[in-house]
């Protein structure tokens, strides 16, 4: 069904070794969903100083989600700092639904439901994405013991430890931040 300009912009932003494939899953994924929910990857990579001021998020920056009386600056985001996160080296996206609310072809209201089928078909449009990045072989956040439901990502057998060394050695892609596989 229809396919989301910003996604695919966004997956022009992974790392080379991925792009292609990603390309052919987001295609698979707009073909399998086809009522009122569409998909967006929210976040594709995020730079070491985009990742570090996501940090910050809750921590010693304010955060307007989650305010409280003991939480001053709002809700902790993530727990990964620059070079500790598989979406640094454009090795992860996260993905949304996107809902048409009015049913008047407008996507606009994010949903991060993982249990309803909007497509009426028997499955939840949430699954069904996990279902088809499994077969292109990516890891999914929600078969974590702390699950992370919008995360995928591929890891190509190496650590985040070992890929951050990689970028700091200069062992990249010429002219690149994505490191060699
Ligand atoms: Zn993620």
Redesign the pocket.
Known sequence: MSKDKITLDRIQLLHPAVRNEVAAMYDQICNALTGFAICRFA?TLRTYKEQDDLFDLGRTKANPNGKTARRPLGSVVTNARGGQ???NFGL???IVLLKDEKGNGKFNKASWETNVDFDGDGRADWLEVVTIAKQFGWEW?GDWRFT?M????KTFGKSVVELDRQIKAGQVIKGTRYPIL
Do not use: E, K, L
């Open positions: 976040y996160s598989y979406h992860a996206f996260d956040g992370d919008p995360h995928f990502q």
